[in-house]
C-alpha cells in the first residue's frame, strides 16, 4: 500500500496554521490567548509558538508539546495536525 506522506516543512507549517486559527478562536469563544500566554501556560519560548505561526520557522515540536497545545486550546491534536479545508 502506497502512502503519501506530506514533507516536514508541510507539516510544520499545517501545525502553524492551525494554532494560529484555534489560538485566535479560543480567544473569540472563551477568554484572550496570546502567542505569550501559550507559551507560559505550555512551559516553551514564545519564539517557538510565534516561529510556527508565521512559517518562519520549520523547528520542531515534541509531541508532549503539542499535546500540551491541544488541552490548553481545547482541541484534539488530530486537529493541529490535519490541514484545514479554507
Known amino acids: 500500500m502506497w502512502v503519501n506522506f506530506i514533507s516536514d516543512n508541510e507539516l510544520f ?6 494554532i494560529s486559527y ?3 478562536l479560543y480567544s473569540l469563544e472563551k477568554e484572550k490567548m496570546t502567542q505569550e500566554r501559550l507559551a ?3 512551559g516553551i519560548s514564545t519564539s517557538l ?3 510556527l505561526e508565521s512559517k518562519k520557522t520549520n523547528q520542531g515540536i515534541s509531541v508532549p508539546t503539542l499535546y500540551r ?4 486550546l481545547d482541541v484534539s ?3 493541529l ?6
Open 13 to 18: 507549517d499545517i501545525i502553524g496554521e492551525n
Open 22 to 24: 484555534y489560538r485566535r
Open 40 to 42: 507560559e501556560i505550555v
Open 49 to 51: 509558538i510565534g516561529g
Open 69 to 72: 497545545i491541544s488541552v490548553d
Open 77 to 79: 491534536i488530530d486537529k
Open 81 to 86: 495536525i490535519t490541514k484545514r479545508k479554507k
